[in-house]
């Protein structure tokens, strides 16, 4: 028998009712979704990799020298609260360094109600990240999930590959629509269904036109596109818990993504597909958190010692800008932009927050102690003197959500970034900001002379009056280190 070093731990949940039939009851993966989402995050290089040929090439997880901890919490009946809050238990008391989140509800929920923000809560605190999806209910305002400002939200965006396949019609026309075919059809007919809810109408306008419509389906081709942009199907801000908190908070790869799966499940899962494959390509914000959690893990390997906090800055404030010409929900979609872990391991600086950070907040969005106590699980309070805003936060954006009506405003946001950078070093702020946005740093150079030296800021952000949404950015320079946060104003009805 082979031994595995991979795979270090393995545990599997099921609180209430019996197992479904067709899944497995111990810690494997029975429908694929595990082994991919895991192999992304950290496989080994395998050459000659593909599905069924398409994609072929050297595949390798983001980190493939760490380590893989297991906690099964999703059958194909769904995923238990309970289930989740025991596995985050076990997974904080084994002493994992990151935590790999490729699930999530189909609406935000407050976070005193939502199992994944408590167990990141509490992950948090004995400093351990949380890399989220951001939920594939795009492109809908306000359908961006696991948006707890502890964690880390994941939005996808695409690779520059994509696999076309053209379907030419019996009167000639042909289309080209993204799927999945790795064989030629020849000169053999096939029926022909369509499985969504189609109208009888239109089953009468096929056969009115030709007794015997007939349509040639190609085999699929490989293709190179420019990337990234923000698939449609990632969802977006605003948060909608925390409107003044930006979420998502970046964005990576999600589309089209070859990985291991599973040799319990078939390419599909659906009933009568009997192709096993050691490799599939698949699509989803679930497929986009392994590569953020991935380049944690890969910063942290430079940065042990660093915080949730500031292995999340790290990976914000280095994101690659995206264009809102081509991604017109802007940082509603995309965050801070699109990941960059090599720029991640030396941001210059950081913006930190702790547990005492995250308690203030809540307690300035109207949390009592009973709420408060349900996301923190210790003995924590909400009094005058930890009663903050959400705007002082320090947090490696900003936001700001402005009611329609309102004839004008101005809003100030307390910041305090750590040196990581050189030890000597002096930062200029630059503010890229529309016509008619007023915004202000003070003060607008910060001088270090020391590694974990902390300077703080004031960013003030006014405007007679605001409707739709307005982008911007504060950077600092050194000129060496470009530390970028988006500034977001948006109005709301």
């Known amino acids: 028998m082979r031994k595995c070093s991979k795979i270090i731990g393995a545990r599997y ?26 192999s992304t995050a950290a496989g080994r290089e395998v050459s000659g990799a593909s599905l069924l040929g398409l994609g072929s090439g050297t595949a390798r997880g983001g980190v493939p020298s760490a380590r893989i901890a297991v906690y099964k919490v999703c059958w194909s009946d769904g995923c238990q609260d309970a289930d989740i809050l025991a596995a985050f238990d076990d997974a904080i008391a084994d002493g994992v360094d990151i935590l790999s989140l490729s699930i999530g509800g189909d609406n935000p929920s407050d976070y005193f109600n939502d199992s994944i923000a408590i167990g990141a809560f509490h992950a948090m605190k004995k400093g351990i990240l949380a890399s989220n999806s951001a939920g594939n209910s795009g492109p809908y305002p306000y359908s961006a999930v696991n948006i707890a400002p502890w964690t880390l939200t994941v ?9 076309a396949t053209a379907v030419k019609l019996g009167n000639g026309n042909v289309y080209e629509g993204v799927s999945l075919n790795t064989f030629t059809l020849g000169n053999t007919m096939y029926p022909m269904i369509y499985g969504g809810d189609a109208p009888n109408t239109k089953k009468g306008y096929s056969s009115s036109k030709s007794s015997t ?12 596109q420019p990337a990234p942009t923000v698939v449609a199907f990632s ?29 319990a499940s078939t390419v599909t899962g659906m009933e009568g597909d009997t192709r096993v494959v050691p490799y599939n390509i698949i699509s989803g914000t679930s497929m986009s958190c392994p590569h953020a959690t991935a380049a944690a893990a890969y910063v942290k390997s430079f940065r042990p010692t660093w915080s949730p906090a500031a292995l999340k800055s790290a990976l914000m404030t280095t994101a690659n800008p995206m264009s809102q010409s081509v991604n017109p929900d802007a940082e ?24 005492e950070d995250y308690v203030r907040m809540l307690c300035s969005q109207g949390y009592n102690t009973t709420t408060l ?28 959500s402005v009611r329609d009506d309102t004839p ?5 946001f307390h ?17 890229t900001t529309p016509t008619g946005l007023n915004i202000q740093v003070t003060p607008g150079i910060l001088s270090f002379k020391a590694l974990g030296e902390m300077q703080s800021f004031v960013v003030t952000v006014s405007r007679q009056n605001v409707s739709g949404m307005i982008s911007a950015a504060l950077v600092w320079s050194d000129g060496v280190h470009q530390v970028r946060s988006p500034i977001v104003v948006y109005g709301t009805s």
């Not at 939005?155 to 696999?163: E, G, L, P, V």
């Not at 419509?213 to 190179?224: D, L, M, S, Y």
């Not at 605003?238 to 599973?262: F, R």
């Open 13 to 38: 949940y099921h609180g209430a009712g019996p197992i479904p039939p067709l899944d497995i009851p111990s810690p494997r993966d029975s429908l694929g979704h595990g082994s991919h989402t895991a």
């Open 155 to 163: 939005a996808a965006s695409t690779i520059d590959r994509r696999f």
């Open 213 to 224: 419509p007939t349509a040639t389906i190609f085999k699929t081709v490989e293709e190179k």
């Open 235 to 263: 969802s977006r801000g605003p948060n909608g818990i925390t409107a003044d908190i930006l979420k998502p908070d970046l964005t990576a790869p999600g589309v089209a993504i070859l990985a291991a799966w599973s040799a």
């Open 332 to 355: 509603f979609a995309y965050g801070a932009g699109h990941i960059n872990p090599v720029r991640a391991t030396d941001p210059g600086l950081v913006y930190d927050a702790g547990p």
């Open 373 to 400: 106590r349900q996301v923190t699980g210790d003995i924590s309070t909400c009094s005058e003197s930890n009663n903050g805003t959400v705007w002082d936060l320090n947090y490696p954006s900003f936001a700001l």
């Open 408 to 412: 004008s405003f101005n809003q100030s």
């Open 415 to 431: 910041r305090t970034v750590t040196n990581v950078g050189s030890p000597a070093s002096v930062y200029r702020a630059n503010v």
